[in-house]
């Protein structure tokens, strides 16, 4: 052990260490005990367990004297390279054990507590080393915490420098002032106070309702304060106090004294009354699902549904991830992933340029994810799933029912009525649905990855919770304003935009894929070929090099993963998946600016890259402060051939969010959905085999105008499309003599 010596290898600004880096410390206790670690098998993709967690920690511990204290920022399977896994996963779907010869890796970063001495650390669990242990460089920052977060809320309302302030506000007496820290974004300003490369927090902060300050759900976000403190995380140091500008320029006026507004509350309680109209709706599942789930790790779940089969696994910074994704034995993709997320907002004056979020970059979509509860963020028939993670202290946490899986009906999904005959065939779209939530501070973030029965898979993003409001003045309640929007008196819901991430690595149809994008082009009028002007045909383009690309609605620009190598045996035409993308408009923050330079994802729909060990994160590893560099940009710029090779598409997508009155005190969900659909993949339609939708079955009851049931059967069934019945006139049918038994 080498406890007495610096184990830190420190790594220049230019780049960050190799993680494979040799040598840098190894614990005798945990080498004694390797051979006992690697007889304990687990799958090469299965997330991190509670003793591997352990382990992981104790042996950074070894790395440093006794009295230096590790605060764990990370603590995270390192996947193994594909090289090496794609094998692996080949053998296991063909039925045979794999020899499990991959080492399991964990990725560390972890600060020794009280400083700004931060680490990245590969552990090896199967030889029980650390196989490198670097100090990060200038401009790399960990990613926040919430414990860290509740120590700076205290440390900046506790300070006296920030209660002389408030004073000035003369607030009511029993003013209960709430803090929101905030990750400090990059402004390249480093003189006197201002440190660009030291790690801060900014803190917004807020008041109760004065009239009801012992609420401690009340909507703090209807009383923004002018007063916003900068707190270091490591020391809880207080920088410095910046007042907002609170006119329609940057102009900062001396603190004057607080005015009454009334509040805006969201919680029932406090609404003065609630609508009595909303007759129960239950979802009901008489015979239970439809999908398998099974343990492929110990906290791994393979599931399989309607000829669908992929792996799910969880970590902190990700969350939920699919893995070796397949419909009816055929290869789709090998890893899906929501990559990063950023929020950068468009007020121009200081301190609010600084406003620019990685969600999952500068905190983790893992540790941000809710406790799912029954009834509530899921209805019906729910398997949940636990995420296990680390906390500061190197110990394992669960996290209960951060992602709950089941079913949904999502309307029809294919219908057809010969009028000749009135026979109608009709198959309802059933969908298989994986949810996360994440309560970012202010602002939820409902996740899904939703699979049909037609072989396609979305992504779908819903944006709610609160504005991250900031004060204006209550005079100017009425004017408009140019970086924002009033959404309550003295209350502006400022301009920002919403930019996910979608990482997608395809396996369609098996290796060799090619990304091109298909247009639809208007022909040009010829006498003998096209005399009316109405003709138009297909084009295509292969994306020959890495690099950014952009929709293009006015020619139907559509992208698509296919594998040349593999043709359709209707058409000939290479086996596909198009990716169905809303547009969106690129970051407005100009090419020089920081919100641009570290979004390295936000200026494109798509990027295609050609994939790459370690290159899972946009917005680059370390986003929190960061300066861009690293990220889906820098890699695409390397303009790789991606002929015969095994590209990366990024998908980006969002909202430009102008916020409305309606946005306030809560916001109602906005949707986003990216799809992921066969194109020339399957050899028909690949739901015809699916049963059509039958009124025995789903017991549906037709009402009366005041909503309420008619005992009516006979009616029911006639009305029901399924493949027996023959239309509204059946007078007899066998189904008629069935009448269904609903629960
Ligand atoms: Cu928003």
């Known amino acids: 052990m080498m406890a007495n010596e610096d184990p830190c290898l420190s790594v220049g600004s230019a780049k960050r260490a190799s993680v494979l880096e040799k040598g840098a410390c190894v614990s005798s206790k945990f080498a004694a005990s390797h051979n006992e ?40 399977l390192l996947e193994p390279q594909k090289a090496e896994l794609l094998p692996y996963l080949t053998a296991e779907r063909a039925g045979q054990v794999p020899e499990y010869n991959i080492d399991r890796r964990v990725f560390v970063v972890y600060s020794i507590r009280g400083t700004h001495n931060v680490h990245e650390a590969v552990v090896n669990l199967t030889t029980g080393k650390v196989e490198s242990n670097a100090k990060l460089g200038p401009f790399m920052h ?42 400090y974004g990059s402004d390249g300003v480093n003189e006197g106070k201002f440190f660009d490369d030291r790690r801060l927090m900014h803190c917004f902060l807020y008041m109760r309702d004065p009239n009801n300050p012992s609420e401690p759900d009340g909507c703090h976000y209807s009383f923004p304060l002018p007063v916003v403190p900068v707190v270091d995380p490591a020391t ?14 940057e102009k900062v006026r001396p603190l004057s004294p607080w005015k009454p507004v009334p509040a805006n509350e969201y919680i029932p309680e406090a609404q003065e009354e609630m609508r009595g109209d909303v007759k129960p709706l239950r979802v009901v599942q008489p015979e239970g699902t439809s999908f398998t789930v099974e343990n492929y790790s110990e906290l791994g779940r393979l599931i399989r549904w309607q000829k669908w089969e992929f792996k799910v696994g969880y970590n902190q910074r990700e969350g939920m991830v699919l893995y070796d994704v397949h419909y009816d034995d055929k ?10 997320m ?66 949904q009906d999502a309307g029809i999904l294919w219908k057809h009525v010969n009028y000749r005959t009135s026979r109608a065939v009709v198959v309802r779209n059933r969908e298989l649905v994986l949810q996360t939530i994440l309560t970012v501070s202010n602002y939820e973030y409902i996740l899904a ?38 959404v309550h008196p003295g209350v502006l819901g400022g301009y920002h935009q919403h930019f996910f991430s979608l990482r997608v690595d395809p396996m369609v149809a098996g290796p060799g894929n090619a990304i091109v994008y298909d247009e639809a082009v208007a022909l040009p009028r010829d006498p003998i070929l096209n005399p009316h002007g109405v003709g138009y045909t297909t084009h295509r383009t292969e994306i020959e090099t890495s690099g950014g690309y952009d929709l293009d609605p006015g020619k139907s620009r559509t992208f698509k993963i296919i594998n040349p190598s593999v043709r359709n045996s209707v058409n000939g035409a290479a086996v596909g998946y198009k990716l169905m993308v809303p547009p969106m408009q690129p970051i407005l923050a100009d090419a020089d600016s920081f919100h641009f330079k570290r979004a390295e994802f936000a200026d494109h729909s798509i990027y295609v890259t050609r994939y790459a060990e370690g290159e899972l994160y946009a917005g680059g590893r370390y986003t929190n402060q960061s300066r861009g560099g690293e ?60 049963p059509s939708s039958r009124q ?27 493949g027996e019945e023959r239309g509204l006139t059946t007078a007899a049918g066998a189904s008629r003599d069935s009448p269904c038994v609903c629960p």
């Open 37 to 76: 670690t690697s007889q304990t098998k687990s799958h090469p993709l299965g997330p991190i367990a509670a003793h591997e967690i352990i382990q992981s920690a104790a042996l950074i511990r070894s790395c440093w004297p006794d009295g230096e204290e590790c605060r764990f920022k990370m603590l995270t």
């Open 142 to 183: 960990p990613n926040t915490d919430a414990e860290e977060v509740l120590a700076v809320e205290k440390a900046a309302l506790e300070h006296p420098d920030v209660r002389a302030e408030l004073e000035k506000l003369k607030l009511p007496s029993g003013a209960v002032v709430v803090s929101d820290p905030w990750i």
């Open 236 to 249: 809880l140091e207080l920088i410095r106090i910046d007042i907002l500008p609170t006119g329609l320029d």
């Open 331 to 340: 290869p789709l993709f090998y890893r899906l992933s929501l990559s990063d």
């Open 342 to 407: 950023c929020i950068p907002y468009g007020d121009p004056r200081h301190p609010f340029h600084r406003k620019a979020a990685f969600d999952l970059g500068d905190v983790g979509a893992g540790v941000m994810a809710n406790n799912l509860k029954l009834g509530c963020d899921c209805l019906g028939s729910i398997y949940y799933i636990d995420g296990l993670l680390a906390d500061t202290h190197g110990r394992p946490v669960v996290m209960p029912n951060v992602i709950c899986v089941h079913e």
């Open 449 to 486: 990855w939703i699979f049909n029965t037609a072989g396609d898979i979305t992504y779908e993003a819903k944006a709610t919770g609160i504005l991250s409001t900031q004060p204006v003045d209550l005079e100017l309640t009425k004017t408009p304003h140019p970086f924002g929007t009033v």
């Open 631 to 690: 990220g889906v940009r820098s890699w695409a710029n390397r303009k790789d051939s991606l002929a015969g090779g095994d590209p990366v598409v990024w998908i980006q997508f969002g909202i430009n969010h102008i916020p409305r009155v309606e946005d306030f005190p809560v916001m109602p969900v906005e949707t986003l959905r990216v799809m992921l659909r066969p194109v020339n993949f399957f050899d028909r339609n690949p739901a015809i085999d699916v």
């Open 696 to 722: 025995e079955i789903n017991c549906s009851v037709a009402v009366d105008g005041s909503g309420t049931s008619l005992e009516s059967a006979v009616r029911g069934m006639s009305l029901g499309g399924d």
